[in-house]
């Protein structure tokens, strides 16, 4: 049957219930903004560390002086050209030094009693203080970013086909419950390799809990609505990144931070206890021809939008009758995979090229947010920038999408980071840094919206079933 024309205004098309699942909706995004970007203050290196002072190394002389901190650091950590004091070496003096003998050679040597760290944003302790991943081992922290990013796109691939195999309530349900249970044990981690493996396995959750809450707000709404509904879930994210530094210094330290951020998935659980908030998708159950289940859904949605025709008995009687016509028999549900789009080139061709316009236009992200950097290296300038640019391409596709078209602006959109981008790649050393600023808030501003309108646009263009 055809959903939108005959199943869709049946129910109550977009009445006060689906409005009401609509909202429900956006609570999950609050939930994963709030743990995605808690992974910028857990690997936030201090702008300031150095060698802590080994006694082992120094001479009883300097035992026995009294130095000012300043002139201490100068004596025993060694002066890099062009950047300070050495964050990595400490110098080895000879036993029998003495002021005297001042002259005698000192070899600088790596840490050999961990580091001094000033406060990092907002935070006490993270995941490199914690473990001082500084130096030789801060390698580690990039791959704390690959690992959570890897465990990311897995979610996506995993716990997508299991939202189409499931439905997008036990998919969301099932999400939940791993992302809150792994985002407690994190808490507890002794280890970096624990830390990082921990925090795989929660993206990996964290992506089916956005997956399955996105696709479901889109299958309640009825096309004219989509849009404006699924940026208010942007907003929602803004939300809580803008939350997030306020909560990173009422936490102090990062196991109490990452404790906070996991109780809005805890609560979301409470979706389980209450099927009418978090429904089946109706849409879904009748693309998988799950036609019983889909009866009492569509039975739901029509009592809940009070609509009842005078003819009939019961809620939505006419429209169980016209099932009942199309669908003699209750068939077997029929489950699809992503891979069958190959048979259809359209699809498969948008699908395709919708990708690749979300993949550059989530990776450049990373080179403006690098020129605000250069612009100004204060960790809360450029997070706040990111965040307030993030909230205006939403509201840029809010007041845009619909007058122009999808197509449109995702075209406008695109071109406007490449000549951005271009134009800083070729002129930066020529240009003014007000104008440079300019050019990566408008680049950033544009790729958010380029990689926020390539997902809607992407969802719409595909199957329900995959």
Known sequence: MEFEAKVYPQIGGYGRYNRLVAVFTWFPHFAVALNLFTDVFFTLVPESYQCRADPDLLPSAFLLSNFSSQTFLNLTVPWVNGSGLSHCQLYRYPR?????????????????????????????????????????????????HVCFMTGWILGYVLLGSLCDWLG???????????????????????????????????????????????????????????????????????????????????????????????????????YG??????????????????????????????????????????PAETLLTEIDVAFPEDPQPTYHHIFELRHTRVIWRNCLILAFILFLGTGIQYCFTRNLNGYS????????????????????????????????????????????????????????GGLVLVLSLVGLLSSQALAMLSVFFASEVMPTVV
């Open 377 to 432: 290296p204060h960790f809360y300038y450029c997070y706040f920038l990111r965040a307030v640019t993030g909230a205006a391409a939403c509201a840029f596709l809010c007041a845009s999408v619909d007058r122009v078209g999808r197509r449109g602006i995702l075209l406008i959109t695109a071109i406007v980071t490449g000549l951005s981008s271009l134009l800083l790649l070729a002129l930066t050393q020529y240009l003014h």
């Open 168 to 270: 997008r309530r036990q998919a969301l349900l099932i999400s939940v419950s791993f992302s809150g249970l792994l985002g407690v044990t994190v808490c507890f981690s002794n280890s970096s390799v624990v830390f990082q493996l921990l925090r795989l396995g929660q993206g990996t959750a964290l992506a089916g809990v956005l997956l399955s809450s996105y696709i479901t707000r889109l299958e309640v709404c009825d096309p004219p609505h989509r849009l404006m509904m699924s940026m208010v879930s942007g907003f929602f994210s803004v939300f809580a990144e803008l939350m997030l530094p306020g909560l990173a210094v009422l936490c102090s330290e990062w196991p109490v931070l990452q404790a906070v951020a996991t109780v809005p998935l805890l609560l979301l659980l409470s």
């Open 96 to 144: 029998n030094w003495s002021f005297s003998t001042d002259r005698e050679p000192r070899e600088p040597v790596p840490c050999t009693r961990g580091w001094w760290y000033g406060k990092a944003a907002g935070l006490q302790s993270n995941f490199v203080t914690e473990w001082n991943l500084v130096c030789e081992d801060f390698w580690k922290v990039p791959l704390q």
């Open 273 to 314: 206890c209450w099927p009418s908030v978090f429904p089946e998708s109706p849409r879904w159950l009748l693309a998988t021809s799950q036609i019983p289940q889909a009866k009492r859904c569509l039975q739901l949605f029509t009592s809940h939008n009070k609509v009842c025709r005078r003819d009939d008995l019961y």
